[in-house]
């Protein structure tokens, strides 16, 4: 039993391999294009960085945190949000898979249906945010003088992984969505968007409701802003106790994945594609 | 035996009412209003391994959705189903293997990619070992003559071309049972007599099982001897397709279009024909293949009255529900 779930697993990783490759032959298949939109993707989201130290100039510190810290906030959330939207984008693009009943065919293969998904639109051109979020990052180390220790260096990759889990959880729930109304849908792009210009910013900036919205509901204040305090050494730190400040990406990714996993396999059977 | 079987099958969509705007897509969410469709309506019936058998029915009448309940795409709302020995939807995985589908009306092939790619994809989605691929691959080459295109995109080829390499990659994997959504749609004569060659052909030596849905009685008659019909949801016939044939398809019917200059009230009268309906000069004449050809047919019409134009036509699958239902014959 256990063998034979190992087997399928293995089975469906070499498959999003396979998948993904023959992807990638195809776009590299346009090799000017794919550089235009990856350069076009980068500027467009430097604008955006821009924005957030352009406000640093009116005012030195964002209740109390400083240009490097919350340019650590947004390197961590574009990173985690680009590393979701590469590889899980199959999700995000669900709507249209749902509309032209090309989930019938999903369905017709001896995969399974979520790696057929994840694996349905990869594009590397979606780089731009992940290069954008280093970026970020690396004006924060700069900027900021954090006494980066071996374990704090080794937990920052595992925050990011953490992050980019509770982003596809995400596109999941919202992709789960679209089996009963596809209309729905821009209900929960405003809340995975929304979600990263969230993360973006220092939790108590916001009002106390949307706190508890991305702290309970949407557990995003989990994988940006509590392991941030801890990283950064920031003092709301010794609010808490150290290992739940730790510990609470690792729960809120396990727990948000196993939500969307459960969601995602009610949603599917209730697929009814379409009538034509 | 039977390798399928369909048993009380019902299945029914809710549709919902659609609202305008961002705040309706809100309360589109959690209210519920709308109308249910029932698509299948308490089917049942089986297919023995080996067995080439239509699924017919007009516009409408649930034999997509039967189909993809039975390939696992659709969730019943009631009723039981195996194929293969497996309940299709709670056992997707496995029943994939075992089936090919091919959806005329919409490919499964990867649509930016030639076509050889898509095919190697399969093997690795299947698991094909490359022995039984080569072989394959090789069989239907010859027999689909995919030669000319096989390097070509998917999105360039021609809809008889996409059809053959839709065909190929249902039957890759070998599966004992197709499945087959009007895989003559669209497609000229010649593709058409070609695709029923290939067909009949891959019935009769690899003995796959195929559950065929068309618009064309043609389709049917040459390909199978059983057919189902269904209208509404409903099953209306299980049985072979010559007691169909004899019943309803040997009756032809000849329009004509009488000359301007013969002015006829009602219906002409004609031996061996009757004049099923009138609509200025244009008739409806209906006689039966058994007892007068087309041209004597012709013959009687023209000797007694001068026609502009003709044409013949042959009983089509909408005409013969239309007939079950006016006959107020459960056969
Ligand atoms: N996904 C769906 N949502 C709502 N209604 C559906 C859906 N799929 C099918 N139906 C309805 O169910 C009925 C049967 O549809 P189905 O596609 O099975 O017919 P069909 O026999 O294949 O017709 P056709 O010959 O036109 O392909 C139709 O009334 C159709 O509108
Ligand atoms: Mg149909």
Known sequence: MLGATVARLLEDVSLYRIFVGSRLRSQMQYRESFLVMLVLGFVGLTTEFLAIILLFNRFDTLIGWSVGEVAFLYGLASISFGMAELFGAGFDNFPETIRRAEFDRVLLRP?????????????????????????????????????????????????????????????????????????????????????????????????????????FVVPLAFVSYFPSLYLLGRPEASDWPQWLLVASPLAAAALFALVAWLAWGFGVKHYRSTGS | MAIITVDSLRKSFWVNQRRAGFAGAVRGLVSRTGHEVVAVDDISFEIAAGEMVGYIGPNGAGKSTTIKVLTGILVPSSGQVTVAGLVPWEQRRTLAGKIGAVFGQRTQLWWDLPLIESLTLLQHVYGVPSDRFNANLSYFREILELDGFLDTPVRQLSLGQRMRGDLVAALLHEPPILYLDEPTIGLDVVARARMREVLQEINRERGVTVLLTTHDMDDISQLCQRMLIIDHGKLLYDGSVEAIRERYGMERTLVVDLDGSEEIEGPLELPGMTDVQQDGPRHWLRFRRDQASAAEAITAVTSRHRIRDLTLEEPDIEGIVRRIYEGGDRL
Request: charged share 10%; with cysteine.
């Open chain 1, 111 to 215: 995969q399974s249906a979520f790696v057929q998904v994840l694996s349905g639109d990869f594009q590397l051109r979606r780089l731009g945010r992940i290069l954008q979020g280093t970026m970020a990052l690396g004006f924060a180390f700069a900027w900021t003088s954090v006494a980066w220790s071996p374990q704090k260096l080794a937990y920052l990759p595992v925050v990011v992984l953490c992050g980019m889990v509770l982003y596809i959880g995400f596109f999941v729930l919202g992709a789960t969505l679209c089996f009963w109304t596809v209309d729905s849908v821009e209900v929960a792009n405003i809340i995975t968007y929304g979600g990263t210009e969230f993360a973006s910013y220092p939790l108590p900036i916001y009002h106390v409701l949307m706190q508890r919205f991305f702290t």
